[in-house]
């Protein structure tokens, strides 16, 4: 899971955790908790829905549409 989280933190140089903190209005060290805190379930929802041809391509399909809250426990 570190790496997930790495790539996460590193993906634009940093510049996605602080959009998210400045849109929630929380600081970075809380942005950077709250996407750590959600990563276990969120690949858990991912392996579980990738695991049939069928269930990636309606997991494929949610997130191009931004319904991808039913994949989190």
Do not use: C, W
Request: overall charge neutral; charged content about 15%.
């Amino acid at each position: 899971m570190g790496g997930l989280l790495e790539m996460i933190l590193k993906s634009q140089n940093g510049a996605a955790v602080e959009q998210l903190a400045r849109n929630f209005g929380v600081s970075g060290q809380d942005a950077t908790l709250a996407i750590a805190g959600m990563l276990p379930g969120l690949s858990r929802g991912v392996q579980s829905s990738a695991s049939s041809p069928q269930g990636l391509e309606a997991l494929a399909k949610a997130l191009g549409q931004g319904r991808h809250q039913q994949y989190l426990d």
